[in-house]
């Protein structure tokens, strides 16, 4: 069975500094994973996607995540935290055979000024 | 291309009451599903469908029933409303894994 473990519920950062946002995965084989993001009152907007090629994938708004077979990891980075950045981001795997997305519990990210 | 439109946005029920949340998308998506958004919980998937005339179970599908008689829409429906229900509802469209979804429906049910 696949599963998805975010690490943090809640990350707060200064307005400039770097984010690191932790996910590790569980999955029989090759999985396909996502970062997602929902602003406040909003719906969920898809950030990134890695499915097999490079392992640094690189996203929208600066965000980057790489994917670490060994460490069964996908960590969400950005090198400069924006205040628009403060959000709730979600790390999703992909059951290739049926479909289905399989949601972590969530981390909010906090950006202070 | 209106990707996926889900109606409606806000819903307030008493208990007991029925009613369906619709979802319509026009990218002829083969693969639909419903998930509600709970604090702390993340996205948990009630039911989806993987084609017309076919719908399957999710991870918390008591209470919603489902049903896929279109490529373009997958209605979801509660039966007899409880207060548990009360949530935001998310309706996805997906090809290939990639996932595309509505902008939710907030459900209070008193």
């Known amino acids: 069975a696949q599963s998805v473990t975010q690490l943090d519920s809640h990350v707060s950062v200064s307005e400039g500094t770097p984010v690191l946002l932790r996910c590790n995965y569980s999955?029989?084989?090759?999985?396909?994973l996502f970062w997602y993001v929902q602003h406040p009152n909003k719906g969920l907007q898809l950030l990134l996607k890695?499915?097999?090629?490079?392992?640094l994938v690189k996203g929208i708004n600066g965000f980057e995540a790489e994917f670490k077979k060994s460490e069964t990891s996908f960590h969400l980075t950005k090198p400069s935290a924006h205040m628009s950045d403060a959000a709730e981001y979600f790390c999703?795997?992909?059951?290739?055979?049926?479909?289905?997305?399989?949601f972590g519990q969530g981390t909010t990210l906090q950006v202070k000024p | 291309n209106a990707g996926v439109t889900q109606t409606p946005k806000f819903q307030v029920l008493k208990t007991g009451q029925s009613m369906t949340l619709q979802c319509a998308q026009d990218?002829?998506?083969?693969?639909m599903s419903w998930y509600r958004q709970d604090p702390g919980m993340g996205l948990r998937l009630i039911h989806y469908?993987?084609?017309?005339?076919?719908?399957d179970q999710g991870e918390v599908p008591n209470g919603y029933n489902v049903s896929r008689s279109t490529t373009e829409d997958f209605p979801l429906r509660l039966l007899s409303a409880a207060p548990s229900q009360t949530s935001v509802y998310f309706c996805?469209?997906?090809?290939?894994?990639?996932?595309?979804f509505g902008q939710g429906t907030r459900l209070t049910v008193v």
């Open positions: 890695y499915t097999s090629a490079a392992t």
């Open positions: 469908s993987v084609g017309a005339g076919i719908t």
């Open positions: 990218m002829n998506h083969e693969y």
């Open positions: 996805a469209s997906s090809y290939a894994s990639l996932a595309f």
């Open positions: 999955s029989s084989y090759s999985p396909s």
């Open positions: 999703v795997v992909s059951d290739s055979n049926t479909g289905k997305l399989i």
